[in-house]
């Protein structure tokens, strides 16, 4: 049943789902493999689960546990980064939030990260 409504336990299986697609695919799974290796049961995972399902949770619920700083870590990922790769990143993202969300709610994730891969995109003079 696709949820209507946002929650941090919804928001936790949509990292989990999303991260599960992400590792399996040929283009942007070798990153996220050479950072975080490849067993997203692995203490290395379940953290970086818990920061994205936080910096969701501020997005989506103004929660306040998200403290990081979501541009960072990928200034040291520039060269590895492409246009293609975050227009894959969008593609499975937003595939896995059809699995759990009603469109409308799909949709405005989809638009919301849109918008933050377009800076990093700008900001990391990705082309
Ligand atoms: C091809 C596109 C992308 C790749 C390959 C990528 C890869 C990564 C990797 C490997 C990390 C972990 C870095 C580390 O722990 O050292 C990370 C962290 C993160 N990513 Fe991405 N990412 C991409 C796009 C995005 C987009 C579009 C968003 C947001 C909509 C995003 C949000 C984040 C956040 C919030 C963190 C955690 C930041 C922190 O440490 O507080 N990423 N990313």
Not at 17 to 30: A, R, S
Not at 76 to 87: G, R, W
């Amino acid at each position: 049943m696709l949820h209507n409504e946002v929650t941090k336990e919804n928001l936790n299986n949509l990292v989990i789902k999303f991260y599960t697609k992400v590792i399996k695919d040929d283009l942007i799974g070798p990153i996220f493999i050479d950072i975080l290796g490849k067993d997203l049961k692995s203490v290395t995972w379940k953290a970086h689960i818990q920061l994205l399902t936080d910096f969701w949770a501020s997005i989506a619920l103004g929660d306040f546990t998200y403290k990081g700083n979501p541009f960072a870590p990928h200034v040291k990922l520039q060269d590895k980064l492409s246009i293609k790769a975050f227009e894959q990143w969008l593609k499975l993202f937003f595939e896995t939030l059809n699995t759990i969300y009603e469109p409308e709610i799909a949709q405005q994730f989809l638009a919301r990260s849109k918008n933050i891969a377009g800076n990093f995109i700008r900001n990391l003079n990705i082309t």
